[in-house]
């Protein structure tokens, strides 16, 4: 639902939320709807026992079903607007063109399920997201794009000098935005190099931050295909290689096989230093982050910058005021609905 959301700062209209991780509240209104049907569910069982339900029902409810229930989707209206008021929805009023020297550098980061293992806290992807924060602050002058993969690749920022975007997507990446399970490297070096001036044979580099647990045959090939273009791939290895098991959220304990045993993920090693030999770059386990930080940083600015214009948004205008006045209404509208029957005592 966040990442949704977050999706908006990149749309032509440039909206974004400047608070985006409020957005997480929403999950209380899927909470609030099972709460609310599971009491009418409890409630209906219940004069089910006494007697002939209808009969029941009416000899012994004093509120009107109907206003009952609008008054409760009222509710849920102010829950919403609130939240996304919190949120603050913003669209650029005012750019400005912004000369640097930099390069073109593009993040592909691994967001398969084995990422999710915790042999590196608090797990491998949320350790790499750290490392690509960490590594940015580094390059204050280059455009950055980022990939994400498990099973197929997706661009989730296109080339940009713009770091609340970056940040934004960065942080909502996660397996449930990649539905297809696998480590697709090849597509996402393949996807990265669309994302570069083609023209150009300079200027770029690839960040590949992966477990490589699965082996994909292509990477090399494609590996070969960007160093042709002038384009250096780096790459950071997250994991162990001893395995570890893979976290599964939905059952809230480790993935198992079909025999019942923990699913064990390891790093490959192997793969991803031969795809930095191959792209000209340097390979990374990732251990401590400043160290992995500063080895890659290194590397990348032996690259030749080159001058660059960009237009970035420098003022937003914020709409927050309209969502919070329609929760508001909501909530004045809800709170004169009654819902007593007429004649109805208590």
């Given amino acids: 639902m966040v990442a949704l959301f977050s999706q908006l700062h990149l749309h032509w209209l440039m909206l974004r939320f400047q608070h985006i991780e409020y957005l997480w509240g929403l999950w209380i209104i899927p909470l609030l709807i099972f709460l609310y049907f599971l009491h009418r569910k409890i409630r209906t069982n219940r004069l089910k026992k006494i007697g002939n339900f209808p009969l029941v029902e009416q000899q012994f409810s004093t509120y009107h079903k109907t206003l009952l229930s609008i008054k409760f989707i009222l ?27 930099g390069i073109d550098v593009v993040f592909a980061l691994d967001v398969s399920k084995s990422m999710l293992a915790k042999d ?16 940015i602050e580094k390059f204050p002058n280059n455009r950055i794009g980022l990939i994400i993969f498990a099973g197929r690749a997706y661009m989730s920022v296109p080339l940009t000098v713009d770091l609340t975007a970056f940040k934004m997507n960065l942080a909502a990446s996660n397996p ?31 960040v590949l931050i992966s477990d490589g647990e699965d082996h994909d045959e292509s990477a090399l090939d494609e590996a070969k295909k960007a160093v042709q273009e002038g384009i250096m791939i780096n790459t950071v290895g997250i994991g162990s290689v001893n395995g570890s098991p893979i976290w ?18 390891k790093l490959n090693e192997k793969e991803l230093q ?22 890659i940083v290194q590397h990348v ?32 509208i809800e709170f004169f609905i009654p819902t007593r029957k007429k004649g109805a005592t208590i």
């Fill in 75 to 101: 509710i849920i209206l102010t829950f919403f607007f609130g939240i996304v008021a919190l949120a603050n929805l913003q669209s650029g009023a005012m750019s400005e063109k912004v000369q640097r020297k």
């Fill in 120 to 135: 590196i806290e608090p797990n491998r992807l949320e350790k790499a997201k750290q490392l690509i924060i960490r590594m």
């Fill in 176 to 206: 449930n935005m990649v539905p297809t399970q696998g480590t697709v490297i090849g597509e996402a070096i393949n996807m990265a190099r669309q994302a570069f001036n083609t023209k150009e044979t300079k200027y770029k580099s690839i």
């Fill in 248 to 265: 599964d959220a939905e059952s809230n304990d480790n993935k198992k096989d079909e025999k019942g045993n923990d699913v064990i993920t």
């Fill in 274 to 295: 031969e795809i930095a030999r191959q792209g000209q770059g340097v390979y990374e386990q990732l251990t401590n982050t400043e160290s992995t930080v500063q080895a």
């Fill in 301 to 332: 600015n032996t690259i030749e910058q080159k001058e660059f214009g960009d237009s970035l948004f420098v003022n937003y205008n914020s709409y927050f005021q309209y969502f919070l006045i329609i929760g508001l209404l909501s909530l004045i």
